[in-house]
């Protein structure tokens, strides 16, 4: 628990909290590429880690991050406030002083693009803190929608370059970008924050669900990146708990800085309750002013800082890998720059004289709003004061606040009452337990890069949106039913935790939700749905006819089954956006999505039987377990020598009966397959496919006069490399 202190800090320590009298911590180890920020620099600074820069890539940053922000106005982006660059230095400079200097020339382009693109996801890229008059923003208008869908289109497009500039650069990049591409998708799908302030969470609760919906392990990433090494699965769960500090120092430090725009960006919305912020959680929990809110958090940050260089310190001790005392040695000068750079960056500050900027004495009701607001929050402190008397903390008790049809009837006829129809909440469970397991998203960044041809209105782009993660989800579920497969990205599949019938029944459900969103589209987009619908069916069934008689289809069998069940998905997304696009409208990338399709699901074949996170997540080599012909076993079968084919058909037949393949039994197929070269040929096979991909790709960029940076950053990023299988060989 964190004490209010007894006098709230002076006005004029409002942009930058007094600097702390109490010298440096002792540094984990001494620097070596780094010089300390000039204290010039320093005033407002509150951490207890020296803050330094990276003096190696110093003279290049301005340039670097100028290009990006170059990109971004001449692809028709606005200005925005500040973005990756301070008087300190740049937010790479100053969080990683201590990064090797190619890998931090890397990260400096994609620096700017990341603020912009945080400005875009909580609208404050249209708010203007400068201003002396006040303007109300109407989110729900189709002229703010399709703007702000415009300028993602932008930022998609740009951070996709910079992805795929990143991965021919450096081939240790790929785990970064995975991590960072969940980041972003994670940012733009986050529950909003002001709903949970609703439900009266506390700072930790409210910490703690950023730490769950965000995540920390960008960090776990971003450092061994940094300094070129990786990290072993036993010690990323080490080091997890020291990252959920570093994650919790960082979101306390912007929440520090950005209060004041987060309130004008709240108030210019005319949003309901407070900012997601934890300056206004505690101002709501406690009826304090915005000072005394402000000196609690600094209170906090201070106690969490002590914890984590105490934990670095315990670690250290041990003593640890060479890989891990790097990251030890540096993971706190991260949250230590973010504080440097929030006490420089002109992105932080707002003009006092801005109608809605909050004063540093004010309460809640006492903070700026709109003119005529329809807003107001002379509840929030009496709700929040009245709900946290008991243990059902966030329930509002108030009796009028409840309708009539969701409080309880005693009828002693219910046969003879009438009733709301049941709503949709039982159903949607398993749905909704899929929809949560991690993804690489690879549909939705599809979708995206066919709205950078396209432009589809933002309202269809939302529909089309929903109905390709719907079908998706329903698809994993029926998948993990007719291939009897346990487990699902890790976890159980939806019919080991719901039960079969229950599952089926949500699968299907799905389907019709689907054919309700589908309907405000247009009479075309139905014919597609159910046309590409069928397809889906009829692909998917095929396979399961192979599997079930143990018949072996052909190569071209097994693609045309493909391009119906995997490659469906892909070419209605396509088709759905291409009958509702303002532009290039006779573009047609069905081909390319196609083509695609084949790559995805052979390189997912491939993936099973070879790369160990892959069997790990869906259980070890799943493929041979459920019978399923991939392209590696077709080919040994239809390829093979008899001795291989023989033995292969053996263990096939083997499988049928038993359910399963025993390990040792499994260990034997691969070295057939092995044996036979299907395993060579299928990685030539993908390569064609990449080929193939590139060629179509640069057909369509040429047709429209422009790269589709996002499709290029997927296929970068799913680029695989050629395996050295020492176990198999073994």
Same mark, same amino acid.
């Given at each position: 628990?964190?004490?209010?202190?007894?006098?709230?800090?002076?006005?004029?320590?409002?942009?930058?909290?007094?600097?702390?009298?109490?010298?440096?911590?002792?540094?984990?180890?001494?620097?070596?590429?780094?010089?300390?920020?000039?204290?010039?620099?320093?005033?407002?600074?509150?951490?207890?880690?020296?803050?330094?820069?990276?003096?190696?890539?110093?003279?290049?940053?301005?340039?670097?991050?100028?290009?990006?922000?170059?990109?971004?106005?001449?692809?028709?982006?606005?200005?925005?406030?500040?973005?990756?660059?301070?008087?300190?230095?740049?937010?790479?400079?100053?969080?990683?002083?201590?990064?090797?200097?190619?890998?931090?020339?890397?990260?400096?382009?994609?620096?700017?693009?990341?603020?912009?693109?945080?400005?875009?996801?909580?609208?404050?890229?249209?708010?203007?803190?400068?201003?002396?008059?006040?303007?109300?923003?109407?989110?729900?208008?189709?002229?703010?929608?399709?703007?702000?869908?415009?300028?993602?289109?932008?930022?998609?497009?740009?951070?996709?370059?910079?992805?795929?500039?990143?991965?021919?650069?450096?081939?240790?990049?790929?785990?970064?970008?995975?991590?960072?591409?969940?980041?972003?998708?994670?940012?733009?799908?986050?529950?909003?924050?002001?709903?949970?302030?609703?439900?009266?969470?506390?700072?930790?609760?409210?910490?703690?669900?950023?730490?769950?919906?965000?995540?920390?392990?960008?960090?776990?990433?971003?450092?061994?990146?940094?300094?070129?090494?990786?990290?072993?699965?036993?010690?990323?769960? &080490? %080091? /997890?708990?020291?990252? @959920?500090?570093?994650? +919790?120092?960082?979101?306390?430090?912007?929440? $520090?800085?950005? *209060?004041?725009?987060?309130?004008?960006?709240?108030?210019?919305?005319?949003?309901?309750?407070?900012?997601?912020?934890?300056?206004?959680?505690?101002?709501?929990?406690?009826?304090?002013?915005?000072?005394?809110?402000?000196?609690?958090?600094?209170?906090?940050?201070?106690?969490?800082?002590?914890?984590?260089?105490?934990?670095?310190?315990? &670690? %250290? /001790?041990?003593?640890? @890998?060479?890989?891990? +005392?790097?990251?030890?040695?540096?993971?706190? $000068?991260?949250? *230590?720059?973010?504080?440097?750079?929030?006490?420089?960056?002109?992105?932080?500050?707002?003009?006092?004289?801005?109608?809605?900027?909050?004063?540093?004495?004010?309460?809640?009701?006492?903070?700026?709003?709109?003119?005529?607001?329809?807003?107001?929050?002379?509840?929030?402190?009496?709700?929040?004061?009245?709900?946290?008397?008991?243990?059902?903390?966030?329930?509002?008790?108030?009796?009028?606040?409840?309708?009539?049809?969701?409080?309880?009837?005693?009828?002693?006829?219910?046969?003879?009452?009438?009733?709301?129809?049941?709503?949709?909440?039982?159903?949607?469970?398993?749905?909704?337990?899929?929809?949560?397991?991690?993804?690489?998203?690879?549909?939705?960044?599809?979708?995206?890069?066919?709205?950078?041809?396209?432009?589809?209105?933002?309202?269809?782009?939302?529909?089309?949106?929903?109905?390709?993660?719907?079908?998706?989800?329903?698809?994993?579920?029926?998948?993990?039913?007719?291939?009897?497969?346990?487990?699902?990205?890790?976890?159980?599949?939806?019919?080991?935790?719901?039960?079969?019938?229950?599952?089926?029944?949500?699968?299907?459900?799905?389907?019709?939700?689907?054919?309700?969103?589908?309907?405000?589209?247009?009479?075309?987009?139905?014919?597609?749905?159910?046309?590409?619908?069928?397809?889906?069916?009829?692909?998917?069934?095929?396979?399961?006819?192979?599997?079930?008689?143990?018949?072996?289809?052909?190569?071209?069998?097994?693609?045309?089954?493909?391009?119906?069940?995997?490659?469906?998905?892909?070419?209605?997304?396509?088709?759905?956006?291409?009958?509702?696009?303002?532009?290039?409208?006779?573009?047609?990338?069905?081909?390319?999505?196609?083509?695609?399709?084949?790559?995805?699901?052979?390189?997912?074949?491939?993936?099973?039987?070879?790369?160990?996170?892959?069997?790990?997540?869906?259980?070890?080599?799943?493929?041979?377990?459920?019978?399923?012909?991939?392209?590696?076993?077709?080919?040994?079968?239809?390829?093979?020598?008899?001795?291989?084919?023989?033995?292969?058909?053996?263990?096939?037949?083997?499988?049928?009966?038993?359910?399963?393949?025993?390990?040792?039994?499994?260990?034997?197929?691969?070295?057939?397959?092995?044996?036979?070269?299907?395993?060579?040929?299928?990685?030539?096979?993908?390569?064609?496919?990449?080929?193939?991909?590139?060629?179509?790709?640069?057909?369509?960029?040429?047709?429209?006069?422009?790269?589709?940076?996002?499709?290029?950053?997927?296929?970068?990023?799913?680029?695989?490399?050629?395996?050295?299988?020492?176990?198999?060989?073994?």
């Amino acid at each position: 628990m964190f004490n209010k202190p007894s006098d709230a800090i002076s006005e004029d320590a409002y942009r930058g909290l007094e600097p702390s009298s109490s010298p440096f911590f002792p540094p984990l180890s001494p620097y070596k590429s780094s010089s300390p920020i000039p204290d010039e620099f320093l005033k407002g600074y509150y951490s207890r880690i020296e803050p330094r820069f990276n003096s190696m890539i110093h003279a290049e940053e301005s340039a670097a991050i100028r290009a990006s922000e170059t990109e971004w106005i001449a692809r028709g982006g606005c200005t925005f406030r500040g973005g990756a660059f301070s008087p300190a230095g740049s937010i790479i400079s100053i969080t990683l002083p201590e990064c090797i200097h190619k890998k931090a020339s890397v990260l400096l382009v994609s620096s700017s693009s990341a603020f912009i693109e945080d400005d875009i996801i909580d609208g404050e890229l249209f708010v203007n803190f400068h201003e002396s008059s006040t303007k109300f923003i109407d989110e729900d208008s189709p002229e703010y929608k399709a703007q702000r869908s415009f300028y993602r289109v932008i930022i998609d497009q740009i951070r996709a370059r910079q992805y795929v500039d990143l991965l021919n650069q450096d081939g240790d990049g790929n785990a970064y970008v995975q991590s960072l591409e969940d980041w972003h998708n994670r940012s733009w799908e986050v529950l909003d924050l002001e709903s949970q302030n609703k439900q009266n969470k506390s700072l930790e609760e409210y910490l703690d669900s950023r730490l769950a919906t965000l995540g920390s392990n960008l960090y776990l990433m971003l450092v061994p990146f940094c300094f070129g090494f990786q990290l072993t699965p036993q010690e990323y769960e &080490l %080091l /997890e708990p020291l990252n @959920s500090l570093v994650y +919790k120092l960082c979101n306390i430090t912007n929440d $520090l800085e950005s *209060a004041v725009c987060d309130w004008i960006a709240h108030a210019s919305y005319d949003k309901p309750d407070i900012p997601g912020n934890c300056v206004y959680i505690i101002m709501r929990d406690r009826d304090v002013s915005l000072g005394e809110a402000r000196d609690i958090l600094l209170e906090m940050f201070r106690v969490v800082e002590l914890e984590a260089y105490e934990l670095c310190q315990k &670690l %250290l /001790e041990s003593p640890p @890998s060479a890989n891990v +005392k790097v990251y030890l040695e540096n993971i706190l $000068l991260v949250p *230590a720059g973010v504080v440097a750079f929030g006490i420089n960056s002109s992105r932080y500050k707002a003009n006092p004289e801005h109608p809605l900027y909050p004063p540093l004495q004010a309460k809640l009701k006492g903070l700026p709003r709109v003119a005529n607001t329809k807003h107001a929050l002379n509840s929030v402190i009496e709700l929040y004061s009245e709900t946290s008397k008991d243990s059902t903390r966030g329930v509002n008790r108030d009796i009028s606040a409840w309708s009539v049809a969701a409080m309880p009837q005693k009828n002693p006829k219910p046969w003879l009452s009438e009733y709301p129809q049941l709503t949709e909440q039982v159903v949607m469970e398993p749905c909704e337990y899929i929809a949560s397991m991690p993804s690489k998203k690879v549909r939705k960044a599809m979708i995206r890069a066919l709205d950078s041809w396209y432009l589809v209105p933002h309202d269809s782009m939302e529909i089309i949106t929903n109905i390709i993660d719907l079908l998706h989800t329903s698809s994993l579920i029926i998948d993990d039913i007719e291939n009897n497969s346990p487990l699902r990205r890790g976890r159980p599949a939806a019919h080991m935790a719901f039960g079969m019938p229950q599952s089926v029944n949500a699968a299907n459900y799905l389907f019709v939700k689907c054919l309700e969103e589908v309907q405000k589209l247009s009479p075309a987009a139905i014919h597609v749905y159910t046309e590409e619908l069928r397809n889906l069916h009829i692909g998917q069934g095929t396979d399961l006819h192979w599997t079930f008689h143990g018949s072996c289809p052909s190569e071209a069998e097994y693609i045309r089954m493909i391009d119906g069940k995997t490659g469906g998905l892909f070419r209605m997304a396509c088709r759905l956006m291409k009958a509702d696009a303002t532009k290039n409208h006779n573009l047609d990338a069905n081909r390319l999505f196609t083509v695609m399709g084949r790559f995805f699901q052979i390189r997912d074949d491939y993936q099973n039987l070879t790369f160990a996170t892959y069997s790990t997540a869906k259980g070890e080599l799943s493929d041979l377990d459920e019978g399923k012909y991939s392209f590696m076993l077709i080919r040994a079968l239809n390829n093979g020598s008899n001795t291989f084919d023989s033995k292969l058909k053996n263990l096939l037949q083997l499988r049928s009966r038993q359910g399963y393949l025993t390990p040792e039994q499994k260990i034997l197929a691969m070295r057939c397959m092995t044996r036979s070269k299907s395993m060579e040929y299928t990685f030539t096979v993908i390569k064609e496919l990449e080929a193939e991909v590139e060629r179509i790709l640069e057909s369509l960029e040429s047709s429209v006069g422009e790269h589709n940076w996002t499709i290029r950053a997927i296929m970068a990023r799913l680029r695989t490399a050629d395996p050295k299988m020492a176990y198999i060989s073994q």
